[in-house]
Structure formats: structure tokens, C-alpha cells
């Protein structure tokens, strides 16, 4: 197969002018920031890593805090009022009890004369 550049990968054309490596600067600066690494930044941007290091330390770079969070069950509150399974097997049982004498007072009263 036939590849044009001897299987090297292309990268992007370097800026020229001081207003491109500005433009190029800040791009990887909200990327990096964005991702939370400057590394996967400068790949994405086709850039080496070593360069975009060194703009870190030069430029004093920081990357945002990140908000710990508390795993997720910590943060449910706590249910108040759960009914359990044989909580409510009972209740329906009573229920079906009650309905059911009711039922045969009504059919006992019928049947008597």
C-alpha cells in the first residue's frame, strides 16, 4: 500500500505568526482545563507533550479543583415510612380477613329467614 509521507503521521502545520501560538496557546489551556490533563490536551491538539508542560510551569497554569462527591448512596437521605414486604402481606391478609367476615355476615343474614 502506498502512503504519500512513509507511514509518518501528518501533524497539523505549526502557527506562524505570534497571534496563531497565542490563539493555539489558550485553546490547549481550556482544553486542558476542560479534561482536567494537560497531556490529553496536547495530543488532542496535535501538539508535544513537553511543549504544553512547559507552557504549564512558564505560564503557572492551574487546573480547576474538582468538588469530591460523596458516593451516592451517601447522599440519598434516608426513606422514612418504608413499608416492608411482610408488613404488607400482613396488612393485606387482615384486610382480606375483615372483608371476608363481612362478607359472610351479609350472605348468613340472607340466607335466615
Known amino acids: 500500500m502506498f502512503e504519500p509521507n512513509n507511514g509518518r503521521h ?15 496557546r489558550e ?13 490529553e490536551a496536547a495530543r488532542q491538539c496535535g501538539l508535544s507533550e513537553g511543549r504544553v508542560l512547559n507552557w504549564v510551569v512558564r505560564y503557572g497554569w492551574k487546573l480547576p479543583k474538582r468538588i ?10 434516608p426513606v422514612v415510612g418504608v413499608v416492608t414486604p411482610a408488613e404488607s402481606l400482613e ?7 375483615e372483608a371476608t367476615r363481612v ?4 350472605c348468613d343474614s340472607k340466607s335466615q329467614p
Open 27 to 39: 485553546r490547549v489551556r481550556r482544553l486542558g482545563s476542560a479534561l482536567g490533563n494537560w497531556r
Open 103 to 106: 362478607g359472610l355476615i351479609h
Open 91 to 97: 396488612e393485606r391478609l387482615k384486610h382480606d380477613a
Open 10 to 24: 501528518q501533524l497539523a502545520p505549526r502557527p506562524r505568526t505570534k497571534a496563531e501560538i497565542v490563539a493555539q
Open 68 to 77: 469530591e462527591a460523596s458516593h451516592p448512596r451517601e447522599v440519598l437521605s
